[in-house]
């Protein structure tokens, strides 16, 4: 991931997976790595777009538990993912307690949707060998 | 003068193979949504279609004259419900890449299926004593009850859903036996695409 690149820039081809271009899976496959969501792609943000995808909403805490990660790598990686309108962010207080709430948005369901037809169209290009 | 030993570079390990690694980036994400806990292998649309089964079930058996007449046709819904339930509640796991037999979906069938054995156990049991009038509220009862107890493992919609049932069936079962019809009507037909849309909509279809 290019650390000081936007959102839209990860938007781009997945470049460790392109690399392996012409090798034993052949060109179809590596051509269907290319077109691979490298906003999505990367562990931490693929983790927050699926446990959305399963969840109405989940609390900033709630995804901080569940990723095993840390307040400020969760917030970075949950950013590109609301810069890139894969999901929205709603900040409110319970109380006087301040409550950050994500939840997917259409764009990013799209999104998971096509990566997880992507990862099946792989599995299923190698079989077919 | 020493002897200079040349450093050799290790060989760079190969790259995974791309299947490889998109099976693990399916894990990866059936692991998450497991561990999100509110993937349900329950299918919305498939309670719906359960739900309009059970409409039309209580329209015939409404116009049957005795109430084991009415209890047949039941039984004919209670046959085929669970198949279009099983039917959806597989393409709903294949659509959203999840094992059916993995965590939360194996321990929902390890919960349910109990209570539902005793259900058909119970109807025999009740039909051969002649209690035909008792059959619809333990019906509902123990499918409240397996609800409950598959839901405990899924999202919170579902054991709601269940305690819904078990309260239909407690109605059911001290109400005159003539309401049995509309009872059910009201909760396997009602119940069912109540909660069926929500869970459609909110937890994968």
Redesign the interface.
Known sequence: MAKNGTARDDRRPVGDLRTVRGKSDGSAAAARADALDRLIHERLRLGIVSALAVNDALSFSDLKKLMKTTDGNLSVHARKLEEAEYITCTKSFEGRMPKTEYRLTAVGRRALERYLDHMEALIRATRER | MASVTPLHRAPAPE?P???A???D??R??RD??E??G??TAVSGWGMVAVGIIAAIAATVASAQDTVLRSIYVWMVAAILAPCVSLWAIVRKARRA?VPLLSGPGRKFILSFSPPMLVGALLTVVLYRAGVVEAIPGMWLLLYGTAVVAGGAFSVRIVPVMGICFMLAGTLALFTPASWNDWIMAAAFGGLHVAFGIPIAW???G
């Open positions: 790259p193979a791309l299947h690694r998109a099976m980036n399916l990866f994400i998450t949504m561990a999100a509110a993937f890449h909110r937890h994968g």
